[in-house]
């Protein structure tokens, strides 16, 4: 929450280059006027739980999180002796950190709603009836699938290189769950209402997604939670053939209002303007 004296936060990921997190939320800090900054902090796998213990102590109010440290912080947080809603422990990461005034830590998962609210606001013909399918087992990927049950899908097929991780969340998220080995997800595409790359794979700097779409539906909605580059080689090539998409520069910014909010004590403007400032940024630095 605001107080008086400046309030520190920022967003920690390896890489972290990509992010557009302290431009989107300097934006809302210079339009309410509040004192405080946001800044991106890179943060290698092997040394996250000791950067993470030391942020209160460096004057941080909270932190975002992101790939690949979702999980991990969910552990880092319970390890401190901080708490987590029974949603964000349910799927087993934390994407926004909280650490009080009286010491205590908490952990929330914005992701689901910032998911879900930017599926229904750039694709309102959605409807959760029909199969679903979901590349990925991670922190986002764990979101998506909460945030689809949540909506009332039926029938989730899940799609990963790891078998373990999709027992994981068959366990978490029960009979919903259809495990699909990678070599089979092509198979998989076919009949789905909706198609979600929730890995890295096509983000700047990360490995491609290889996936053809040849077998899925052309009124199928394609959703990439990828935002740098904005349009996606999924998202190109689903919109070649004519399938309705969904970028994820809006989830980006439906999951940092919530955040936004616990931080500063303001609900946040979600604005064309807004947009258009991320976009330009994206464009300018060749992620589009």
């Known amino acids: 929450m605001a107080t008086e004296k400046s309030v520190h936060v920022g967003v920690l990921g390896w890489p972290i280059t990509h992010s557009c997190s302290p431009l989107l939320h300097r934006f809302w800090l210079k339009q309410y006027g509040i004192d405080g900054d946001y800044v991106a902090l890179a943060v290698a796998p092997e040394a996250f739980s000791q950067t993470f213990a030391e942020l209160p102590e460096r004057g941080f109010s909270g932190v975002n999180i ?8 969910l552990e880092a947080i319970m390890t401190m002796g901080g708490t987590a809603s029974g949603t964000t422990r349910r799927i087993g ?9 009286d010491g205590t830590i908490e952990g929330r998962n914005t992701d689901v709603t910032g998911f879900v609210e930017n599926l229904k606001e750039q694709a309102p013909q959605w409807s959760p009836e029909g199969p679903a399918v979901v590349l990925g087992a991670g922190g986002a990927a764990r979101a998506v699938c909460a945030g689809l049950l949540e909506e009332g899908v039926k029938e989730i097929r899940l799609v990963n290189r790891t078998e373990e991780k999709i027992q994981e969340l068959m366990q978490i998220f029960s009979s919903s769950i259809v495990p699909v080995s990678w070599k089979n997800r092509e198979t998989a ?9 929730g890995t890295s794979l096509g983000m700047a700097g990360h490995l491609p997604l290889e996936l053809s779409l040849e077998r899925l539906p052309a009124t199928t909605i394609v959703y990439d939670i990828v935002y ?6 999924l998202l190109r090539a689903a919109q070649t053939r004519g399938n309705p998409v969904v970028d994820g520069l809006g989830m980006l910014i439906h999951q940092a209002r919530p955040a936004f909010e616990a931080w500063f004590g303001i609900s946040p403007e979600i604005s064309e303007e807004l947009r258009a400032v991320l ?8 992620a589009t």
Request: zero cysteines; aromatic letters at 2%; glycine letters at 2%.
């Open 66 to 73: 992101t790939v690949p440290h979702k999980q991990t912080a």
């Open 93 to 101: 990461a934390v994407n926004t950190v909280i650490f009080h005034s």
């Open 189 to 197: 595409l076919a009949e789905a209402a909706l198609l979600v790359n």
């Open 228 to 233: 740098a580059p904005l349009e996606t080689p």
């Open 279 to 286: 976009e330009a940024d994206l464009r300018e630095r060749g």
